[in-house]
Each structure stands twice: as C-alpha cells, then as structure tokens.
C-alpha cells in the first residue's frame, strides 16, 4: 500500500538497522552491567557500559539513534522489575542525555575520531560535568518519586553510584567504540602490537586485586598504571580503553568477592575503586594520545627534515678525539650517500667522503671552532660513492657539554647548483670581456652602452670613444642605404639580423666582419637593447681557400682523394678522346699494412703513409697524378701511356715500396699489389675503369701479393663469380645451408691403427651455384666478415652433432674444428664460446680447435686472452697447416699450444723427397722437444704411413684411412671402434 511505503523504506534502511542494533547492544550490555556489582541495597552498578555504548552511537549517527537507546533502557529497566513509568521516564532522560551529547559535542567541535588530546578532555568534561550530572539528578529523582528510593538520604548515594557508573562506562567504552569505528582497519595491527602486554593483564590483575582486603591500593596504581601506559604507548586510544575496561571489569568482579584493596571490613569502598578505576584510565588515555601526538610530530619532523634542501646534524667531539652524530637528518644519504646510523658514534665515513684537497681545511675549520667556541662556516667538496663531485656548505654553533665533549648544532646544504651558477657568472663575464669575438650592447636609439676588449683589438676604438655613440662610427660606406633599411626592417620584423657585412677600423681599413644582432625586448614588448656580435673573418676568407683544398685533397698526405681523383680521371679519359690516345690507371695497394698499423700504432701508420706516397710522387711522370683513395689505397692516372710506359711506372713503384721504410726506431718492409686497366679496352668512363683496375689489383693480391697484374676480362668473371658467392653465401646463413662431415683421425702405434677423433670440415651446396668448394667460399667469407656468423652456425651444429651422439649411447672422442684467424682476434669471442658449449651440455674436453699460424701473426692482446681463456676452460688447441706460415716459433712456448698438425704439402712427398722428409723429421722433433702431439694431415699412401710410423707421429688422417663422412656414417665408426 502507498501509504506503508515511508515505514517499509524506514524498515529497509541503515538507520533502522542501527537502532536495532543499539537497542540490543544496550539491553544486553546492561543486564551484564547490573550483574556485576549491588552496592548499598541501591541497583546502581559500578560500571555501566551500555551508556558507552549510547554516547559512541549518538556520536557516530546523530541525534536521530534516540530510538534505539529509549528501546534499549525501557526494555532493561523492565526486566530489572520497574514498572512501566520510572522505566519509560528512565529510557526518556537516557534519550535526551543522547540527545544532549550530539549538541555538546557540535558546539564544542568534539572530533569523534578522538585524535588529539583536546577532544578527549572535552569529551570527558562533558561526560563528568554536564550529561551525566543532567542525567544522575533527573534518575534518581525518577527513583525516589517512584518510591524505589525510600529514603531522602539515600539519594547522594545512589546520586553519585549513578554518576560514577554511567561516567565510567562512557569515559572506556565510548573511545573504544569510536576509535574502533573509525580506525578499524589499522586496529588489527594496533592490537598485534600490544598482544604481550594485553596478555599481561591478568596475572597483573591478580596481583593487584586478588590480595586481602583493605590494603594495596597503592601496589595496584604502581602495577596498573605503567602497563596501561605501556598498552597506550603501543597501541592506541581504542587499545588502552578495551584494556582500561578490562582491568575495570577484573577490579570490579574482584573486588564483589570481597578481595583486593576496595573491600574494607566486608564492604566495598566505592569511592577508592572510582577513583583507581577513573584516575588510572583517564591517564593512560591521555598518555595514549600524547604518545600518538608525539610519533606524529616526530613523523612531521622528520618528512621536513627529509625535504630540506639539505641536512640537519648534532655534531659531537670528545676530548680523546672520538666523534660522531648524535643526530643527523636523512639529508645525508642525499649529500654523502650514508646511512646515518653508520655516523652515529663514528664521524669518519663522513669525514672520508670530502675531496682530498679539502679535508685539511675542514679539519682545521673544526678544530679552531672548538677552540673558540665561535661559529663553524665552511664551502667544501665531497666525492659521493658514484664518483660525482658534489659542493657543500656547512654552519652550526657548538656549545661544551658538561663532560667534556664539544656539540654542534647546524645545516649543510648542497650548493653544487649554486655554485655552478655562481661560477657561470663570473665566466659569462670573463668570456664577455675576454671573448674573441666583439660584442657592443646598445640602447633601443642604437648608442653604444658597453663594448668588450675585443671590439677595442678589431675596431681600434676605446671603450670611452665608442660608448655613447651611435653604430654609425663604424660605416664603411661600402653598402647602399637599403642595405641598412633591410637590416633594421628584419630586426623588427624576426628580433635579429645575421649577415657578413663590411665595416671600417679606427685607422680607417675596411675589413670584413660576421655580424649578428639581437633585439631584447621588456616584459611589455617593447624594445630595452641590442646586442651586437661580430669577428673579424679576414682570415676565414683565407681559410675558405683552404677548405676548398682541403676538400679536394687527402689530409693525412696532401695527395688528391677520391672526389678530385674522380674529376682528374674524368678530365684525361675526355681529353684521350679527343686525341685518340691511351689513359693507364694503376690502382695500388699496400701489403702487410693493417698488421703494422695494428700492432705498431697508427702513428706509426700515418708516418708509413706519408713516405709512400711521396714514393709514389717520385715514381710517376711530372704531369701524371697520385691520389689516394683511403687506407692504404693508391691510384695513378697515367696519361698518353701505353701497356710499355704503364709497365715500366708500375715496376718503379713495385722496387720503390719494396725499399725499408726507416720510421723512429723501427726498420718497416711493405710491397705492394698493382693492377693496371688502359683505357678504352678495359673501361670507357671513370667508373668502369676504375672497377677493372680494382679487380686487377685483387688478382694481384691472391696470387701471391708484391706483382702487377693488368686487367683480362677473366678477372671480371671471377669479380662476378666472388660477388655471387658473397651474395650467396649471405642467404645460405639466413637458409642454415650448410652441413658438417668429419675427417676421421687415427693413432698409430706400431701396427695399431685406432680410431681417436675427428676434424670438422664445412660443406655447402648452393641451389644456382652447385657444391663450392671451402677454398672457394671461406676466402670470401674471411674478407667479407661472414666467416663470424658461419663460425657461429658450425659451433652450433657441432655441439649438437656431440650431443645427438652422446644421447644415442656413444662415447664421443675429441672433435677438432677451425676457428678463422678473424674469430680468434675478436675481443670475447672464447667468453662467448665457452658459454655456448656449457649451454649445450656438451663437455669443453670434447672439442678441440685448429688455428693456423696466420692467426698467430698479430700476437695481440685478444689473441693471446682468447687462447688463454679457452685453455683453462679445457678446450685443446692446434696449430694447422705447422710450417707454411711466417709467424716466429717463439709462440710456441707462450701459448697453451696442445698439438701440431704437418701441412699435406710435406706429407705428399715423404718416402721420395729428401726435402719433405728433413721438413717432417724437424717438425716431429720440435714436438717431442716440447711435448706437443703431432697429426699428419692428407696421407694416402701406405708408404707415407709406415715413414710416420717409424718417425713416431702420433695421429694421421687422410684418405687412405678414411675420407670425410657424414654423421651417420661416423657414428657407425664411433660404434664398431
């Protein structure tokens, strides 16, 4: 119905849920109440906690909860056997007491949190003087008119029963009830704190109250004070009001069988038990708050010490020379990067931490201040942990103590920021002053305000003939007055003005000068000054000359570089035409020039540059032209010469390079690689010639080095026969096209021929290309730089390979593999194997690598770390190909070389050439000598077995024993062996 829809709603809200919920709180709470203690024949009991709980209630909802408390008091008044007019008038004044509470509490602006002492003062005078007063006066005088009270003189009694109940139930449950609202979820964490002295509370209890009557009220204070204290401290006001209520229920229930200090002669000494009850939690409460007042102000201490631009510190010295910080603020782990307790009785990390070239100074500084007792001032640097550099400045004001000791009170404040603005000044008006360039600053009319001493050594004028006057002293009259219209138009228009311009010097030269003005403006916009910067670019025209030589010359040898290279060519290809005459372009490369630069210095490189090309300057016609193109690259254009003229120049050059180059204290020898291309035949334009002499040139290099080759069209096809390659073998690494076989290796001990390893070779088969060789492609790859990525590819392969055998129950011998000269040179390349083996779970004495002598050459620090590194990491080392290379032997007992492999081109001759037989003995025996295996590689014949067998070679390998298999067919040898 529409008319129930108000009381339905009512019915359905929080409000009634409340009042309900106050109303059963209070009945049920009260009957406990009055259970606990009769006193004087009068129902009054000592402790009343439902009025806590009206007070909490009225506080937290407002006057509207009357409802549930008139319920809550009529109903357990009844019960108490009232009859039904004291028992409504009771709830009534109960009700309007409530009532009461939430307008004293408005107009007193008492905050129900209860967070400041203020409001708990407040709060309690309420309590004491105003509702429970109202509320005793207007109850008994209920009780006595209803004849409950019998006689008059009873009324004080029961008067001051009432108060002292109703007080003491508001003042303890009230706060806990109120605290516990609002702070309910930091109270679980306030009561794990105080767990050990809640727990402490009733074996103190009875010690306190379960003692003979009549004595010990002073013991009970003495116990209960310091730990209700203790709880207040730790906890919070809802902690020490639940323990407050506690105690006052324990003291209560004890004191009603006639035990502890409140029972005298039988009866129980009200007055006492109020008293300890009230006086004992009152205090503890105001402890409680001004604990929690005490953390907060020391918490806001601490934040604003925390953001001070700096620290705050009690600095401490003892006569024996001892020191340390009492106090000190978190600003120190800003300003030293240490943590305060480090400083707390030893100053010295402090100390520690300022510059070197300061510490003396401070020292000193503290020393005099303590002597004076005067004011300590100092600007010093410390070095933080992270090695910046930072500027402090300090002040305090020590006083002597009364042991002894000296303490300083004071700040430190960084002011690296300051100081650096600080000296940014002072340079801003040195470079002004001191700058090379001239600066004038002159007012919106245009007259001269200030000028530098630069404006003084480019102008001539004085600062005292130029200030006051207008810019126009220093006309040329070079420019036409639309010039100047121009100029003072877009300073206008854009705020500066920027051009090169003629000006005239105090002795009256005209000269060039690079101006530039600014307009600075007011707040306002209107115009305050300009500010001129200009330099004398009389030199700068000079250097313009310069520049465009430079831009045409290499700067290292003075020789023309690529881009006047390219115009000269062209120049004597379009001249040849029209004469109809041969041009010969001779493209000249060094040898051996990268190890030299690489392991003499580049100093030493550029100084071997510089000869050869004045070398090369003398070795060609006077009207012939050298440049070079980078590096150790060389070009001569050679007009009007044929293949005879080309020759005989080229051979010049070949014998002048050859010649030692004496560079300092070293004695160098270099050659040269040389190819020759003539135009028109091998190239019609720059750019073709240009490429047949490089491919030339290239020829010339893998056929040995020190030569000259003129360019045959063969040279192109295998030009273009590398560049398919390269470009193949880049999409063979991204494909994975390659695939491993293995060379079996045998030891043979008299006629004992058994299977003990194996050297990884490479194979590749190209879709368009077919099968090429690795004499072909890892040459190409070496010069390209893949050979890093392919050596990655065969690593990986091969541990797999190694693991895939070891899973299907072989045992794996060792496994060689070759590491290109490029990969052992590379800073971290044994780091990054190693890891990968370990990655791999395949043993690290399982493999073995093979370098040539070659790699050997450089003998550089990552070389020699990368061998080291892999020898510690197990990994046996062999040199391949013993004895073609040009490497000293010295590296032999440097580094941890395991093994010596005999190049084929020995083996092949051996049982029928002398010379190959003396080579192979020599070998044989430096590796005994040295304690070093040997491997045969390439036999073939039984003839060249039975000689190693005699010589005592430890290891061959080659065809006649087995040729390079596929894995399959090698884990069918690993297995039969």
Known sequence: MPHLAPIQSYLSSARFRWVVGTALLYFVFGHASFGAMVSHGIVTPVFFVPEGIALAAAMLFGPQIWPGIFIGQAALALSRGLDITPALAIAAINSIEAILACRIARHWK?????EHIGDLARLLVTI?????????????????????????????????????????????????????????????????????????????????????????????????????????????????????????????????????PFVEHGRLSMLDLNVFIFGVAATSQFYSL???????????????????PGMIYQYQRWPDGRSGFPYISQGIAQLYQV??????????????????????????????????????????????????????????????QSDGSTLWHGFILDITERKLAEDQLRITARIFDRAGDAIVVTDARGRIQTVNGAFERITGYTPGEAIGKTTALLKSGRHSEQFYEKMWQDLQEKGFWQDEIWNKRKNGEIYPEWLTINRVDTPDGSTEHYVAVFSDISEIKDDQRKAQYLATHDALTGLPNRTLFQDRLGQSLAQARRTNEQVALLFIDLDNFKTINDTLGHDIGDALLNKAAERLRGAVRDFDTV????????????????????????????????????????????????????????????????????????????????RIECFKQTMQEHLLRRTAIENALREAIRRQRFKLVYQPKYRINGGDIRLVGAETLLRWTDPLLGEVSPAEFIPIAESSGLILEISDIVVGVLLNQIATWQSDGLSVPTIAFNVSPRCIREPGFARQLVNGIAASGVTCSLLQIEITEGALLENSGHVVDNLAELNTAGLR???????????????????????????????????????????????????????????????????????LAQYGCDIVQGYLLSRPVPPNEFATLLADR
């Open 627 to 706: 440049a070079r193109l980078g590096g150790d690259e060389f070009t001569a254009i050679l007009g009007n010469a044929g293949e005879q003229v080309a020759s005989q120049v080229a051979r010049r050059i070949l014998a002048d390079l050859s010649s030692t180059f004496e560079i300092g204290e070293h004695v160098l020898f270099v050659s040269a690689s040389i190819g020759i291309a003539f135009f028109p035949q091998d190239g019609d334009d720059p750019t073709a010639l240009t490429k047949a002499a490089d491919a030339a040139m290239y020829r010339a290099k893998e056929l040995g080095r020190n």
């Open 877 to 947: 080392i062999a040199i391949d190909d013993f004895g073609t290379g040009y490497s000293s032997l010295s590296y032999l007992k440097r580094l941890p070389i395991d093994e010596l492999k005999i190049d084929k081109s020995f083996v092949d001759g051996l049982g029928n050439d002398k010379e190959d037989e003396a080579i192979t003995r020599a070998i044989l025996g430096l590796a005994k000598a040295l304690d070093l295996a040997t491997v045969a590689e390439g036999v073939e014949t039984d003839r060249q077995l039975a000689w």
């Open 128 to 260: 004491l003087g105003v509702l429970q007063p109202f509320s005793a006066t207007l109850g008994c005088t209920t009780l006595y008119l209803s004849g409950i009270i019998v006689e008059a003189a009873q009324v004080p009694q029961a008067w001051l029963n009432w108060w002292v109940g109703n007080s003491l139930g508001q003042a303890q449950i009230a706060p806990l009830l109120l605290v516990a609202y609002y702070k309910r979820n930091a109270l679980r964490e306030e009561l794990r704190r105080v767990v050990l002295p809640l727990a402490m509370l009733l074996p103190a209890g009875w010690l306190a109250f379960a003692g003979q009557p009549g004595s010990g009220i002073t013991q009970a204070v003495i116990i209960f004070a310091p730990l209700l204290c203790w709880i207040g401290d730790r906890g919070g006001l809802a902690t020490v009001s639940l323990a407050n209520s506690a105690m006052a229920c324990l003291a209560i229930a004890l004191a009603g069988n006639n035990l502890g």
């Open 290 to 308: 001004l604990a929690r007042e005490r953390r907060e102000l020391q918490e806001r201490l601490e934040k604003m010490n925390a953001h001070l």
């Open 339 to 400: 943590d305060p307790k480090e400083v707390a009785r030893d100053a010295s990390p402090l100390f520690a931490a300022v510059h070197p070239e300061d510490r003396a100074q401070i020292e000193a500084s503290v020393l005099a201040s303590e002597a004076s007792l005067g004011m300590w001032q100092a600007r010093y640097r410390v070095i933080r942990k992270n090695g910046e550099t930072r500027w402090l400045e300090g002040q305090s004001i020590p006083e002597r």
């Open 110 to 114: 008492i905050d129900p949190r209860l």
